[in-house]
């Protein structure tokens, strides 16, 4: 196994782009060395990230929204209390994840790029709206998360090409997410079921939504359906019900020793009627 | 395979080694090191035995490779101590027969005090959440947990 540890995420790109072995990307590392040491995943070129400028900054953008570098890792946005305020479903997805020690070293976009189904940052990540930025040995490009996994354990980056930044929106006025996962125990597990909601609100009216679904389907996925059926509503009974229903259509998920695929259709619509009603009570001024 | 030369600071003292880039910090600092505090429970991040501190963040050592630590800050059990003075968690650990075999101890010892060091008076669930990627497969945790309670109110009082 080569260590490279490039400057620049044009040179990072440069190295990937012409090794003809197995490559991994190394920021937090909780993924890429527990497969390295179960002999799962043996990268020819490890190119560690860590050592170009920015990739542990947390910056406001003029806009109002927030720029991520890659490195940053789970508890320094728990500790950033602005970013928190704006975004505390994004921020609790990603807290959610591993120990007080994982949380030292994991990252958003490690999350996002292992491609696990169940992955808990990523929902958060997609009902937020949030972008990567792309580089590759041909320049850049921008990519919504959601397009970013394509089955379990893959991504729609090309060879050569690494996730340079994150670009979380503006929060605006009127706003809220939430997101929750079901698991078997308290803490230290994997997700069941996640759902993250992120929605604004015009007085009681929904005016905005974007509905987020993990661990039911061979991806992380946005549910369009789901979204729709709180857009113009006050979040009542009938919408609750039928963002749940939707939410149940969305599922196509693996009948596993966690749970069964009855069980998790059932627990995505509940946990997507919790979640909504946080991110409305949120929207409405909560600070919880 | 070319070894990588790493330049470190290890509980205060400056250290050298040269390591493979898949040898992970853990091996670093109990092989080249011969530093055996921190122990090797599940190699995966999940049992927190390896516990240590880098530039004053608590990770698991088998999760970061020793490559990693150039011009890194890094805290093991063996910096905690003063010499033979225990510190107030070392010794309301004896008190309180918070361990049996041991092996998870030093992790445990070395998250709270991170624990500490952020926030001096966490209650209990607070605690026990920190210290849910610590396992201990002896103790059943009650005494771990009264032993860091109570150390730390000792600690507020003597501050």
Known sequence: ?288 | MSKVHVTTTVNGDQAEFLCEPRETLLDCLRDKLHLTGSKEGCGTGDCGACSVTVDDRLVCSCLMLGVEAEGKEIKTIEGMADGENLRPLQAKFIEHAALQCGVCTPGILVASEALLKKNPDPTEEELRYWLAGNLCRCTGYDKIIRAVMDAAAEMRETS
């Open chain 1, 1 to 288: 196994m080569r260590f490279h540890s490039p400057a620049s995420f044009e040179d990072a790109a440069n190295i990937a782009a012409s090794a003809t072995g197995v490559t991994r990307f190394l920021a937090g590392g909780t993924d890429v060395l527990v497969q390295l040491r179960a002999d799962i995943v043996e990268p020819d070129d490890l190119i560690d990230v860590k050592q170009i400028a920015g990739v542990k900054d947390i910056t406001r953008r003029s806009d109002g929204g927030w720029d991520l570098g890659v490195a940053v890792a789970g508890a320094e946005m728990t500790e950033h209390a602005a970013l928190m305020a704006d975004w505390p479903g994004l921020v609790e997805g990603m807290g959610l994840i591993g120990s007080t020690q994982v949380q030292g070293r994991a990252t958003l976009v490690g999350n996002l790029c292992n491609a696990s189904p169940a992955g808990d940052a990523s929902p958060g990540m997609m009902a937020a709206g949030v972008t990567v930025t792309v580089t590759g040995p041909n320049g850049t490009r921008e990519v919504a998360v959601e397009d970013v996994p394509t089955a379990p354990g893959r991504t729609s980056l090309e060879k050569g090409e690494v996730v340079s930044a994150v670009h979380i929106p503006a929060r605006g006025a009127n706003g809220g997410d939430a997101y929750l996962r079901f698991i078997p125990r308290t803490e230290m597990d994997i997700a069941v079921v996640g759902c993250g909601v992120n929605l604004r609100l015009d007085g009681d009216i929904v005016t905005e939504a974007r509905v987020a679904l993990g661990a039911v389907a061979p991806t992380a996925r946005l549910v369009q359906d789901a979204a729709d059926a709180i857009i113009g509503t006050t979040l009542d009974d009938a919408a609750l019900d039928a963002l749940a229903a939707a939410a149940e259509a969305a599922c196509m998920p693996i009948d596993d020793k966690r749970g069964t695929i009855e069980f998790r259709t059932d627990v995505a619509g509940v946990l997507a009627k919790r979640a909504a009603k946080i991110a409305y009570a949120r929207a409405k001024g909560d600070t919880k």
